[in-house]
């Protein structure tokens, strides 16, 4: 008999968590709920406010008549507003970005020419094109000639 009232006082002595300790839990998953969503959104809104990022996609080809095609990653929109190939005195005549002369890039993969008038390349050699964007910035990227 000891024994069963025993069990029925621990059993009474077990209780839940009380309303403090469960309100104070939850406060503070909500706090940090929110501040992962906080943190979440000025992440999206530097990547769109800040200086794009360029990086070259695989790799360009350049053509016996000075041509190069390549593509080039933007993570927002910015233009290309010349390009030299590197180690020699060319400068870029024409440049286009998905088929439009002087285009701009947008937050995607974007099809660049550039044509280098009055260049030979030697098939099989690789050249460095250097990109001067309208933010200030510079992007080199490498062409194997054919």
């Known amino acids: ?12 002595n077990r209780r839940g ?5 469960t309100a104070l839990i939850l406060v503070i998953a909500a706090v940090i709920i929110s501040l992962v969503v906080v943190g979440f959104a ?10 794009p990022t360029v990086t070259q996609v ?3 080809t350049m053509y016996s008549n000075g041509t190069v095609t390549l593509q080039l990653r933007s993570t927002g929109s910015v233009q290309i507003v010349s390009a030299q190939l ?5 400068s870029a005549n024409v ?4 088929g439009q002369a002087g285009g701009t890039m947008s937050a995607t993969i974007n099809n660049v020419t550039v044509q280098f008038n009055g260049f030979t390349p030697q098939a099989g050699s690789t050249y460095t094109v250097s990109f001067a964007l ?11 000639a054919q």
């Not at 008999?1 to 009474?12: H, P």
């Not at 999206?44 to 200086?51: D, I, M, R, V």
């Open 95 to 98: 440049i286009t970005v998905n």
């Open 86 to 90: 590197v180690g020699t005195t060319y």
């Open 1 to 12: 008999m000891s024994t069963i009232k025993s069990l029925a006082k621990n059993r009474k």
């Open 42 to 51: 000025f992440g999206l809104f530097g990547a769109f406010g800040g200086t």
């Open 58 to 60: 695989g790799s360009g």
């Open 134 to 144: 309208s933010d200030g910035t510079t992007v080199e990227a490498s062409v194997v």
């Open 17 to 21: 968590l009380s309303g403090a300790v």
